[in-house]
């Protein structure tokens, strides 16, 4: 069975700080996606990114990163610079076919 | 655009009663989900649908029925409730890239 997993429960950081927030995902099918999420404290689910199995180019989206490595079964999220606003839940979330499967999420704080 | 909607925001049962929880969707998608979120345990799904007709049970299906008689809808019903189903709801819905867009949600109180 499919199963992710966020050891990170809770991670606090001064705001400028850097922080990768670690997912590893465990599957024996061979075509997926991958997902983060965000859960700001006003509780609605934000997508952040999504890749397939096939693709393991890490991404850049201003001060998002995601490194996804096949090998090591992982789909970590870096922040740069990390921001007060960046303060949220954060889900990483697998599909395989149609069935979505979520981990149990890593609560940011970030400080000023 | 109106998105994902669900209604209603809060809702407080008694044990063994019966509701509806309601979402609509006006993107034309044809997948839709609904998902328990339980402190400490992620987001549980509990049914999804791939279009109109087509129904199918998630992770934690037991005590909750769906339907898909329209693209558009897509409500959870709660047979009898208990408070092990005290939560917060979450509709979504996908085009087939899979991503999610998600509805505000439904924090449900059992007694």
């Known amino acids: 069975a499919q199963k992710v997993t966020q050891a990170q429960t809770e991670i606090s950081v001064v705001e400028k700080e850097d922080v990768t927030l670690d997912c590893v995902y465990e599957?024996?099918?061979?075509?997926?996606?991958l997902f983060w999420y965000k859960q700001p404290p006003s509780g609605e689910l934000v997508f952040l990114i999504r890749?397939?199995?096939?693709?393991?180019q890490n991404e850049i989206s201003g001060r998002y990163s995601w490194n996804f490595q096949k090998s090591t079964s992982s789909f970590n999220f870096t922040i740069t610079a990390s921001q007060v606003v960046d303060s949220a839940v954060y889900f990483c979330?697998?599909?395989?076919?149609?069935?979505?499967?979520f981990g149990t999420g890593t609560r940011l704080k970030v400080l000023a | 655009n109106a998105g994902v909607t669900q209604t209603p925001k809060f809702q407080v049962l008694k044990t063994g009663q019966s509701m509806t929880l309601q979402c609509a969707q006006d993107?034309?998608?044809?997948?839709m989900s609904w998902y328990r979120q339980d402190p400490g345990m992620g987001l549980r799904l509990i049914h999804y649908?791939?279009?109109?007709?087509?129904?199918d049970q998630g992770e934690v299906p037991n005590g909750y029925n769906v339907s898909r008689s329209t693209t558009e809808d897509f409500p959870l019903r709660l047979l009898s409730a208990a408070p092990s189903q005290t939560s917060v709801y979450f509709c979504?819905?996908?085009?087939?890239?899979?991503?999610?867009?998600f509805g505000s949600g439904t924090q449900l109180s059992v007694l």
């Open positions: 993107m034309n998608h044809e997948y």
């Open positions: 979504a819905s996908s085009y087939s890239d899979g991503k999610l867009f």
């Open positions: 649908s791939v279009g109109a007709g087509i129904t």
């Open positions: 979330a697998y599909s395989g076919t149609y069935k979505y499967i």
């Open positions: 890749r397939n199995s096939f693709d393991e």
């Open positions: 599957t024996r099918d061979t075509t997926y996606y």
